[in-house]
């Protein structure tokens, strides 16, 4: 099973700043997903990268790849306080494997 | 939103007795997964499912069974509860296998053993 290491485990922000949240392994992803969620709710797929060296952007939220595809960042730019929740990423245990592991995330709260 | 419902939203049961959980979907998606999560533990797998009658066991699958009989619904079932078992259960689906297809989650199902 591929353990998945994510930093910080919380973070406290004020509204405005910027941050990053970062997702590691010792072994190689074949691809890696990062999930938001909210209290009370199930998380919520945000973006999926596959190959070493993306970088995809939604909004204010950067996500990168890298090269050697064992480790991704999440950056936020000018946080809100409804970017406040716990960021999880995810991958697969190994090659045909159905089951997605997941990170134990980083609790993010935005403060206004 | 994916259609996924999860029942009930929140139970309290005693330490011994059988409980069961539903999840119903109406993606009609081939892969469902039961996961818990836990402080300090994050979402763990417990059971998954790859079609109707086909299941196979995650990494916390101890005291925990599944069934399967049709397409839409995923039964979760703890044959004798324990207090190690309160926990948020959450349903997902997919409707593929592959290493970037997505999960879909339900809103969980919060579950006390006293």
């Known amino acids: 099973t591929q353990l998945l290491e994510q930093s910080p485990q919380f973070l406290s922000i004020q509204e405005g700043e910027n941050l990053t949240v970062y997702c590691n392994s010792s072994s190689v992803f074949s691809s890696l997903q990062w999930y938001r969620q909210e209290p009370g709710e199930g998380p919520v797929l945000l973006v999926t990268v596959v190959t070493g060296g993306e970088v995809k952007k939604l909004k204010r939220l950067t996500f990168q790849f890298g090269d050697a595809r064992k480790d991704s960042s999440l950056h936020i730019t000018a946080a809100q306080p409804g970017d406040t929740g716990l960021y999880l990423c995810?991958?697969?245990?190994?090659?045909?494997?159905?089951?997605?592991?997941f990170g134990k995330g980083t609790k993010l709260s935005v403060i206004p | 939103d994916a259609g996924i419902t999860q029942s009930p939203r929140h139970k309290v049961t005693e330490t011994g007795t059988p409980v069961t959980l539903r999840c119903h979907q109406t993606e009609n998606h081939r892969y469902m997964y039961w996961y818990r999560q836990d402080p300090g533990h994050g979402l763990r797998l417990i059971h998954y499912?790859?079609?109707?009658?086909?299941?196979d066991k995650g990494e916390v699958s101890d005291g925990y069974s599944v069934s399967r009989s049709k397409t839409e619904d995923f039964l979760l079932t703890l044959e004798s509860a324990t207090s190690s078992q309160t926990s948020v259960y959450f349903c997902a689906i997919s409707p593929k296998g592959e290493s970037n297809s997505p999960l879909h989650f339900g809103n969980g199902t919060r579950l006390t053993v006293t």
């Open positions: 995810a991958s697969r245990s190994g090659a045909g494997s159905y089951q997605l592991t």
């Open positions: 499912s790859y079609g109707v009658k086909d299941t």
